[in-house]
């Protein structure tokens, strides 16, 4: 039996978002570097990345793209990433793309009028209402059956997305055959999430319903993903009572009638001295010991990063094997006891991922990858551990020797493996 925080939470789950190609306007991606860049064609990567554009519909518009990108990264907490304004074309219409800041989701019409007023509702907001009351104060709209709060239940939205919502604990029993949350409700569904967790980091297997191109793990900022784009800036949930918080099972920031100045404050006063999303899983995990475990597992945030690379390999119907830094290296003849060290590879440097016998280099900022050979990625490795748990950039000169050695050219170094904003070049 597994003890909760100073060692870990124990405890168990299966889902795949639609497979479709769905463009990366992100500037460079799919153009070609070294010959071989390629964007991924891939759908969950946007529930993980704070920098990529969403392109959103008119009002009106019955694309069912649209909801599930919005849908679905309200739900993970992540938010739709902030772009300057721009217009794109969309159908016979134009709608500025960039301009939405915050998704509110409403369990109850009656709150709208109260919304509008307090300035929540705007132009700028994306709502997902009842549809009892015409949202002609929103930027975007979404009427839908069922309710958030409910995390075994479906969300049917007028346009026809499913949405279907399952406690994590539970999903290794689950039929992951159409786009499924993953809820953690209390300690039971933590300590499952700890278990897979700790198991992908110790031994490099990831749980099928984590990496599940259909899954969306819900609230991923409470959890240690550290994206830090949860708040009520960015995502509000309205219950039917008229309180405010960031999700159904968040503590309370306010009322609808409230100035949304309320909001923030309440949020900013809960995070004194908490290193993650304390308000978004606070009527589900109560106490310390939910952070304190994420404390203790520095390397969760890489988690978080791979899981979605992992998603984005298998939206192809690709299987990827083994995962640089998880379970060991992959320049190693076999997998080692544990990871390399408890330092875990730093966010934003390119994940190595095992593809039959290719290696796939994922940058899990842009979702880019380019194919490696055997040399580059022993060199890749050594590059990575050198940074591993650095309280600075790595020496540069050390890594261009450690290139130089491995017969690649230096350009290498800077093209695919240490983001230019990360050292001084020579």
């Given at each position: 039996?597994?003890?909760?925080?100073?060692?870990?939470?124990?405890?168990?789950?299966?889902?795949?978002?639609?497979?479709?190609?769905?463009?990366?306007?992100?500037?460079?991606?799919?153009?070609?570097?070294?010959?071989?860049?390629?964007?991924?064609?891939?759908?969950?990567?946007?529930?993980?990345?704070?920098?990529?554009?969403?392109?959103?519909?008119?009002?009106?518009?019955?694309?069912?793209?649209?909801?599930?990108?919005?849908?679905?990264?309200?739900?993970?907490?992540?938010?739709?990433?902030?772009?300057?304004?721009?217009?794109?074309?969309?159908?016979?219409?134009?709608?500025?793309?960039?301009?939405?800041?915050?998704?509110?989701?409403?369990?109850?019409?009656?709150?709208?009028?109260?919304?509008?007023?307090?300035?929540?509702?705007?132009?700028?907001?994306?709502?997902?209402?009842?549809?009892?009351?015409?949202?002609?104060?929103?930027?975007?709209?979404?009427?839908?059956?069922?309710?958030?709060?409910?995390?075994?239940?479906?969300?049917?939205?007028?346009?026809?997305?499913?949405?279907?919502?399952?406690?994590?604990?539970?999903?290794?029993?689950?039929?992951?055959?159409?786009?499924?949350?993953?809820?953690?409700?209390?300690?039971?569904?933590?300590?499952?999430?700890?278990?897979?967790?700790?198991?992908?980091?110790?031994?490099?297997?990831?749980?099928?319903?984590?990496?599940?191109?259909?899954?969306?793990?819900?609230?991923?900022?409470?959890?240690?993903?550290?994206?830090?784009?949860?708040?009520?800036?960015?995502?509000?949930?309205?219950?039917?009572?008229?309180?405010?918080?960031?999700?159904?099972?968040?503590?309370?920031?306010?009322?609808?009638?409230?100035?949304?100045?309320?909001?923030?404050?309440?949020?900013?006063?809960?995070?004194?001295?908490?290193?993650?999303?304390?308000?978004?899983?606070?009527?589900?995990?109560?106490?310390?010991?939910?952070?304190?475990?994420?404390?203790?597992?520095?390397?969760?945030?890489?988690?978080?990063?791979?899981?979605?690379?992992?998603?984005?390999?298998?939206?192809?119907?690709?299987?990827?094997?083994?995962?640089?830094?998880?379970?060991?290296?992959l320049a190693t003849s076999r997998v080692a006891a544990g990871p390399v060290s408890d330092s875990p590879d730093?966010?934003?440097?390119?994940?190595?991922?095992?593809?039959?016998?290719?290696?796939?280099?994922?940058?899990p900022t842009t979702g880019a990858w380019t194919l490696l050979t055997r040399a580059e990625v022993a060199a890749?490795?050594?590059?990575?551990?050198?940074?591993?748990?650095?309280?600075?950039?790595?020496?540069?000169?050390?890594?261009?020797?450690?290139?130089?050695?491995?017969?690649?050219?230096?350009?290498?170094?800077?093209?695919?493996?240490?983001?230019r904003t990360g050292g001084q070049e020579p």
């Amino acid at each position: 039996m597994a003890r909760k925080c100073g060692g870990r939470y124990r405890s168990g789950m299966n889902r795949t978002l639609r497979s479709r190609t769905v463009p990366l306007p992100v500037a460079g991606v799919g153009q070609q570097t070294s010959g071989r860049l390629r964007a991924v064609p891939e759908y969950c990567h946007y529930l993980l990345s704070t920098l990529h554009r969403i392109s959103l519909a008119p009002k009106g518009s019955t694309d069912v793209r649209d909801t599930e990108w919005i849908v679905t990264q309200w739900v993970s907490g992540v938010s739709i990433p902030p772009v300057p304004a721009a217009a794109e074309s969309c159908g016979t219409q134009t709608f500025p793309i960039g301009t939405i800041r915050t998704v509110v989701v409403v369990e109850t019409d009656e709150w709208i009028p109260a919304l509008v007023s307090a300035g929540v509702v705007d132009a700028h907001a994306a709502l997902v209402h009842r549809g009892e009351t015409p949202a002609i104060a929103a930027g975007w709209s979404r009427t839908y059956l069922g309710t958030f709060s409910d995390p075994v239940g479906d969300v049917v939205f007028a346009d026809g997305f499913r949405l279907r919502q399952t406690r994590y604990g539970l999903a290794d029993f689950s039929c992951l055959d159409t786009p499924t949350a993953l809820v953690l409700v209390d300690e039971h569904d933590f300590s499952a999430f700890l278990r897979d967790a700790d198991v992908a980091w110790g031994t490099g297997v990831f749980a099928n319903h984590v990496t599940h191109p259909l899954a969306v793990l819900a609230n991923v900022d409470a959890l240690g993903a550290a994206i830090g784009r949860s708040g009520p800036d960015h995502r509000l949930f309205v219950g039917s009572d008229g309180s405010i918080s960031t999700s159904p099972f968040g503590s309370t920031l306010g009322r609808a009638s409230e100035n949304p100045a309320m909001f923030t404050a309440g949020w900013d006063a809960a995070h004194v001295g908490e290193p993650v999303d304390a308000v978004s899983l606070r009527k589900s995990l109560r106490g310390n010991d939910r952070v304190d475990a994420i404390i203790e597992r520095p390397w969760l945030p890489r988690y978080f990063e791979v899981i979605a690379a992992i998603r984005s390999i298998r939206i192809d119907h690709l299987e990827p094997g083994r995962v640089s830094g998880f379970g060991g290296r992959l320049a190693t003849s076999r997998v080692a006891a544990g990871p390399v060290s408890d330092s875990p590879d730093g966010c934003g440097l390119p994940i190595l991922i095992e593809l039959g016998d290719a290696v796939r280099a994922v940058d899990p900022t842009t979702g880019a990858w380019t194919l490696l050979t055997r040399a580059e990625v022993a060199a890749a490795e050594q590059v990575l551990v050198r940074a591993a748990g650095a309280t600075r950039p790595p020496d540069i000169a050390d890594l261009v020797r450690t290139v130089d050695a491995a017969g690649l050219p230096t350009d290498w170094l800077f093209d695919r493996v240490v983001p230019r904003t990360g050292g001084q070049e020579p």
